[in-house]
């Protein structure tokens, strides 16, 4: 079998954020764009699809009450994200984003669909896939 030899990859800029910016999760959606959460700034952004070789500018899509953490889809353009304010009252929000009708031009309309109770201080989530019923896991920190 003959060797192939491929070309040494390297680091491409898709998108920039503003200094000071803390990108805490990202979900890549089915089109090659992704939502990415700025925890710092309590934001959720998307990043339209690009060429390998061009780069993107970034759209605001939500400003949230609490920090934003972590982003999980549950089915195509369905996505839960994990919000709290773990760093003062410890109160932490689950909101149900879904993408299926809308486009970049549109606002999104989370919904906010569980508060966590103020002790589950709560850290990530996860979905688990698992016959018949998938259903999302919530992890927490000690305090």
Known sequence: MPIVTLSPAGPTTVASFPP????????LRADNSALITALNQKEL???PPSEATQSVKPILLHTFDQLTLNLVEVEPDVFYLTTSN?????KSSLDR????????????????VFDFPKEARVHSTAVA???PIP?????????
């Open 20 to 27: 000071n910016y803390f990108l805490e999760n990202f979900a």
């Open 45 to 47: 952004w998307y990043v």
């Open 86 to 90: 773990g760093y003062t009252d410890h």
């Open 97 to 112: 984003i879904d993408l299926r009708k809308w486009s970049a031009e549109d606002p999104i309309q989370p919904q906010k």
């Open 129 to 131: 896939s698992l016959v």
């Open 135 to 143: 259903f999302l896991l919530a992890t927490q920190s000690l305090a």
